[in-house]
């Protein structure tokens, strides 16, 4: 069954160097999160798309960080000009969207950035 | 700042027995209320979610609820080796918002 998938799995970048993530969401799910988990550190919202809506962008760190959802489907998170504490797995979750904060996201395998 | 507050653990269970995980929250218009599992290197899955006080049963895990003491548990029966992962607690504030806040979550050993 096709699940959520991200790419790369891994990425190895040096300071200062832009890095592009790629989610592709479960088919059907209107809704799309990215997460990131540093080490030893618990999961943290970054951005939430929902349909045709304005993304919620209140997690995103810095104005380093933006992310675009092209067609409802595809979702990439962009990082410029990154710096080691960007290093941490980045996932992507969807889910079915419906309006009552009930609905199961789905989790990727996550992209596991290393910024030297 | 909302926050989802969990104790870090390690958590060690005999297997066999019943594990107890616990999560409290600051926000009293928390609206639903989930518990993931994560293996280590894997990526979050759900066990369960709650929205109404009380008890949800679902095979060995029950999660309880009680939005006045802002507290939210996972009870594990017959704790199986297999059970041994990280338990996140997660919660949803705004209605119609899916976002999640993640506790830091409780790192469960059973031991055989």
């Known amino acids: 069954g096709a699940g959520v998938s991200q790419s790369p799995s891994n990425k190895v970048t040096e300071k200062g160097k832009d890095v592009e993530l790629r989610c592709d969401p479960i088919?059907?799910?209107?809704?799309l999160y990215w997460y990131r988990q540093s080490l030893g550190q618990g999961l943290e919202f970054l951005i939430y798309?929902?349909?045709?809506?304005?993304?919620?962008k209140s997690g995103l760190p810095s104005d380093r960080f933006s992310a675009e959802r092209t067609g409802g489907s595809v979702s990439t998170l962009t990082i410029q000009r990154t710096q080691q504490e960007d290093s941490a797995v980045y996932l992507c979750?969807?889910?079915?969207?419906?309006?009552?904060?009930?609905?199961?996201?789905?989790f990727g395998p996550g992209t596991r950035l290393l910024v030297l | 700042q909302k926050e989802v507050e969990q104790n870090s653990g390690p958590l060690s269970v005999p297997e066999g027995a019943i594990a107890s995980l616990n999560c409290t929250y600051s926000d009293r218009g928390s609206q639903s209320f989930f518990w993931y599992r994560q293996y280590s290197g894997k990526s979050p899955e759900l066990i369960m979610f709650i929205y109404s006080n009380g008890d949800k049963e679902d095979g060995r895990f029950t999660a309880q609820l009680n939005k006045a003491s802002q507290y939210v548990s996972l009870l594990i029966r017959d704790s199986q080796p297999s059970d041994s992962a990280t338990y996140l607690c997660?919660?949803?504030?705004?209605?119609?918002?899916?976002?999640?806040?993640f506790g830091t979550g409780t790192r469960l050993t059973i031991i055989p």
């Open positions: 997660a919660v949803t504030y705004d209605f119609g918002n899916e976002k999640l806040t």
């Open positions: 979750a969807s889910s079915l969207g419906g309006l009552y904060g009930q609905e199961t996201q789905y």
């Open positions: 798309f929902q349909g045709n809506s304005a993304p919620d």
């Open positions: 088919s059907g799910h209107t809704a």
